[in-house]
Each structure stands twice: as structure tokens, then as C-alpha cells.
């Protein structure tokens, strides 16, 4: 037997065939019973490997659920537009970073999605609307967003640099303050950290 130590990716789980604990009903369950949530958890508790399940069963790969208890649940496996957002992999104490990230972001998802990119007329929250919308429109489905370690960019500087601390809450405040003015183009959104 293969255990997937350290793996946070689910289609590398099942395609390497590594030991999988099958909670794909919970997963049915939680997308069809409520549309956001947030999930706070200690280190290492599979927060990370929900997110890339849900972005794979969003993504409608219905092969990689072959065989799960997912599989005679759902009928329809529709694919959705994702937008997942891993705050884990950089280091947020450099001013700067956390805007970075979040820029580059909308803007390969504008470019994505056919729209110019705004960045000097808009704010980064109204151009993420812009791109939700956009998703909405030209797939026909409401839009998939999947944000994980949402607290990294603060716990980075907490006890460190208070100015740097509060620039970070107030950037990620006003990029979380989408899901309301998005909420007609959101199916579903999940924020874990």
C-alpha cells in the first residue's frame, strides 16, 4: 500500500493509486446543501486536499471519481468555471507581495475570460467581480471559488510588523468583499485556513 504523505493533490492521489479514505459523499453533500463556507482547521488536517477534490469534481473529472461513493450521486458532473487561490506559497513579509499575488491572479483570469485588463481604473476586488461576471456569462454557469491558507498573508507578519499586519487585512478584506457583490455569479465558494 501507497500512503500519500505530504500529497495535498487529489488527482495525483487516485492516477498514482495511493491510498484514498473515500469521503466523496460528504463532498456531494456539502455542494449541493449550501454555497459558502469556511473552514478553519489546525495544520494537517486535509484542508488542502479538500480543496483540490472539489476543484477536480468541479472541473467535472468525473475519471478520477471512478469507483468513489461520488460517483452514483452525482448525474450530472457539469464543469464550472474554477478559481482557485493558494495564499501557501509565498512569503508575505515582504511589502508588496500579498498585492502581487493577488494582481497576478485577476489578471491571468481577465486574460482568461477576454477582458481588458483594468488595473488602473478598477480596484482588484470590482475586477474580480468583472471576471466572476464574465465567467458566469460566457460558460453559462455560476463561477467556483477555492481559496486556501485565506489567513497565511496575516499570520506571516502577526506579532511582527503591525503595519504590515493591518495593510494585509485591509487588502484581504476588500478581495473577500466580492463574494457578496458577486453572489448572482457564485455556485459555490470555500475558504480554508
Avoid at 24 to 32: F, N, P, Q, R, V
Avoid at 34 to 55: A, D, H, N
Avoid at 88 to 112: A, C, D, M, Q
Wanted: hydrophobic fraction near 35%.
Amino acid at each position: 500500500m501507497k500512503y500519500p504523505i505530504g500529497i495535498q493533490s487529489f488527482d495525483r492521489i487516485i492516477e498514482d493509486g495511493y491510498v484514498y479514505v473515500d469521503k466523496t459523499d460528504m463532498i456531494y453533500s456539502l455542494t449541493h446543501e449550501g454555497s459558502i463556507y469556511f473552514l478553519s482547521r489546525p495544520r494537517r488536517f486535509g484542508k488542502s486536499l479538500l480543496v483540490s477534490t472539489l476543484e477536480n469534481y468541479f472541473l467535472g473529472r468525473r475519471e478520477l471519481f471512478r469507483g468513489l461513493a461520488i460517483e452514483p450521486l452525482e448525474t450530472e458532473w457539469a464543469v464550472y468555471p474554477v478559481f482557485h487561490v493558494d495564499f501557501n506559497s509565498t512569503n508575505y513579509t515582504n511589502p508588496g507581495e500579498l498585492e502581487k499575488k493577488i494582481n497576478f491572479h485577476v489578471s491571468e483570469w481577465e486574460k482568461r475570460y477576454g477582458l481588458p485588463c483594468r488595473e488602473n481604473e478598477l480596484g482588484t476586488g470590482d475586477r474580480f467581480v468583472e471576471v466572476l461576471r464574465a465567467a458566469h456569462e460566457q460558460t453559462g454557469r455560476r463561477a467556483v471559488v477555492l481559496i486556501d491558507e485565506y489567513d497565511k498573508p496575516i499570520l506571516d507578519v502577526l506579532d511582527v510588523d503591525s503595519t504590515l499586519e493591518d495593510r494585509h487585512r485591509n487588502v484581504l478584506k476588500g478581495f473577500y468583499s466580492v463574494f457578496k457583490a458577486a453572489d448572482r455569479h457564485l455556485q459555490f465558494v470555500l475558504l480554508t485556513g
